[in-house]
């Protein structure tokens, strides 16, 4: 800015939390804490499910990938993410999925944060994920197996044992570096770690079956005779036309709990089954207002393709945890004149040419 | 940071342009140059129309303004922009209108740009406006009227000047304030500036009508009997349901050429017409598809609503106009471990805990 730039007043700035804000921001809250607070959020908000307008994603596809907006409004807050999806980016060394997100104030329009959500989004859909079992695993379920060790293993595997009691965790990858590196990385968690060599030696014993493959095609990680009665599967990674996990005789088995039916028999394992297969609203189990698991040999299938709202949550989850606290930098986004009908006279006198 | 976290890669890094930056970027580059830099380059983008992916805007609505997010894609580069429209923020010193924009690159769906809006849009609708008048406006125009004088009149008169060779501005707004303001911002722009009492005075001897008032309702800012043979009228300020400024009658009488009239035929003048009232696309003008002005009695009528592409354009713009400046400041936007699945371990670094 030149010396005669005015300084932009308090409105123009957007709080904005970085990639490295988020992380401090975590280590400082802890990462348990965190992700019961974006639990408890995610409940708070789907127990108000009606009060959101629910507006279909925006998808631009291209051959390599998919840029995704999500946007969604409780009438007093708005909120978006941005996200992309590109399988093949790994081989380049980035990221499959990078995303960042936005609330505003409705009644003016203007942001109120900006945040990284690449980072943000892998703990919400662990927190997501976990908010499930919680109403739909069996009662006393201690073991879980994590299939696909992927970059949101970790976080399944530490939400689960924060808000459900988890106390092993079984990991199957069918690259055994990706194994590995989530065995390393939970080590110190107190989890119970076993990395195994087959998808059937990881189920052995758990309650909760959990499926976060990356590969982009109908795949089949659950075959029907490996799921039996009583169990719960989180199913992740079945997420977007053409990739699924489960067989479809595991589907017809199970009980099915999704967030927003419009866009799970879409996008998620559900894609396989008629358009009119039954599912039951998660929102409504949280309110009361569906039943969730019903007896203990009962399979509860939770079909996770991830939701605006849950963005919503983690978002306003952080607005609150970052207020007073050094872990955002105040971000000039807005364009804010003395008076709102001289844009142009701002633009003259950041040039040092006075007004008139 | 704490000492231990690693620095970020530069792959998490998006360029971030504020609005203090811009505005040293516009005075760096010079106002007249930008504003010709953005009509080159919007008529360069008109002309390729079909390559972009055109979705209508996602819209929030609430009882007093609405927040729209603005996608569009040319195969390789996906923008979109954030806008609000809040008519009551004057009232609270806030602006109206505020907006933002990102570019991606489609192949790997990484940000490549994010840039503040508000100042941009100003610029890219006056541009827009001269692109239209270049090619509608009667031989020889030198005047114009400006109705309505808010934030958005300085810009228009500057890009008229500087791409159509406007000399003389006619000024009227229903604030005699915001005339006042508009006047003295342009003193020394090297325009014949005329303060006016009345719409009528305004438009004496104009070839160019430009409206952009802000009142939210059907109003009649040009009557039928103010608008003579030959002109062309640049109308703004109609720009969402219920919000128009000419009489049907000037419509009925006019060649009308439009952005996308999917989008106009909702937001625009032509609201009030028959929908199936005969329009033409801009683009087809400016690509030698479709006749602009056919003789020097026609009145032709340019119902500007804003285009997501002409946003797309400012910001190809502004990301080749900040290569090799100091003009934006790189944003920790993007969570970008080494190890692409590995994100827990980045997070667990960044705490300090060496990974195991």
Request: glycine share 10%; aromatic share 10%.
């Given at each position: 800015m030149t010396p005669a730039a005015p300084a932009p007043s308090d409105k123009a700035f957007v709080p904005f939390v970085s990639v490295a804000d988020m992380m401090r921001l975590v280590h400082h809250v802890g990462l348990d804490e965190m992700l019961r607070r974006l639990a408890a959020r995610i409940e708070d908000d789907f127990r108000r499910w009606?009060?959101?307008?629910?507006t279909p994603r925006v998808a631009a596809h291209s051959p390599v990938g998919v840029i995704e907006l999500m946007p969604t409004s409780d009438g007093e807050a708005y909120g978006f993410k941005y996200v992309n999806g590109h399988p093949r980016n790994t081989r380049a060394g980035l990221q499959t999925v990078t995303a960042f997100g936005l609330l505003a104030d409705v009644a003016t329009g203007y942001p109120v944060l900006l945040s990284e959500m690449t980072l943000l989004t892998a703990l919400r859909t662990a927190a997501m994920s976990a908010v499930a079992a919680r109403h739909?695993?069996?009662?006393?379920?201690r073991t879980m197996a994590m299939i696909g060790n992927g970059a949101q293993a970790e976080f399944q595997c530490r939400a689960m044992q924060a808000i459900c009691g988890i106390d092993a965790v079984r990991l199957y990858d069918i690259d055994r570096a990706a194994t590995e590196k989530c065995a390393r990385n939970l080590a110190d968690s107190g989890l119970s770690v076993t990395a195994c060599d087959s998808p059937e030696e990881a189920i052995e014993g758990a309650q909760i079956l959990t499926t976060c493959t990356a590969d982009k095609r109908n795949a089949t990680i659950l075959t029907d005779n490996m799921v039996g009665a009583g169990v719960h599967v989180n199913a992740i990674g079945g997420d977007c036309p053409g990739k699924t996990e489960l067989a479809t005789a595991v589907l017809q088995r199970s009980s099915i709990f999704v967030e927003y039916p419009e866009q799970t028999r879409i996008e998620g394992e559900i894609q396989q089954l008629d358009p009119d297969h039954p599912v039951t609203e998660l929102w409504q189990v949280i309110a009361g207002t569906a039943p969730g698991r019903r007896s203990a040999s009962e399979i509860t299938l939770f079909d996770s393709v991830g939701f605006a709202i849950e963005d919503f949550s983690a978002l306003q989850v952080v607005r609150a945890a970052i207020a007073g606290t050094a872990f955002y930098q105040p971000l000039d986004l807005l364009a804010d004149p003395d008076d709102p009908r001289d844009l142009y006279g701002m633009l003259r006198r950041a040039g040092g040419t006075p007004a008139a």
């Open positions: 009606q009060s959101f307008d629910k739909l695993a069996p009662a006393g379920a």
